[in-house]
């Protein structure tokens, strides 16, 4: 079955950083290892919001993005998910984010919900379908 793993500690970051940013959306780079259909997070990497409409969309700059997958390389990972917060409302793909879905190809999305407190992962297959987000123990971590 997919999934996305996460653990505990990239959950908190994520969360701070989407607290951050309140009242625009934030967003992240997550880099791992995708095996099958597993995506399993092993970093971070926080990005600002580079659009002018960051309370309702978000955008990563390119010069972030090539650092993003610059790291990836360094340490042998590769991007399995991209992140980001709706402030205001559900963590449900809008019509904008399932537009760049489709532009990302297979790649997983996490949207965190503000008003929820809530995290839900997507991928596009011939639709976009829900995947569960597995959150690890904090005794299995692996550095
Ligand atoms: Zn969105």
Known sequence: ???????????DLL???????????????????HNGEEWN?????????????????????????LQGYKLADEKNLELVAIFHSHPNSNALPSNTDKKFMKLNGDIPWIIFSGINIDFKA???????????????????FNN
């Open 15 to 33: 969360q701070e950083h989407a607290a951050k940013y309140s009242s625009n959306e934030s967003c992240a780079m997550l880099l791992g290892i």
């Open 122 to 140: 997507y991928v596009l297959d011939e639709e976009i379908e829900e995947i569960p987000i597995k959150i690890m123990e904090r005794h299995f």
């Open 1 to 11: 079955m997919k999934k996305i793993i996460l653990n505990q500690a990239q959950k």
């Open 41 to 65: 997070v092993k970093e971070i990497f926080l990005t600002r919001n580079s659009s002018e409409n960051s309370e309702v969309t978000f955008g990563i700059a390119p010069e972030e993005l």
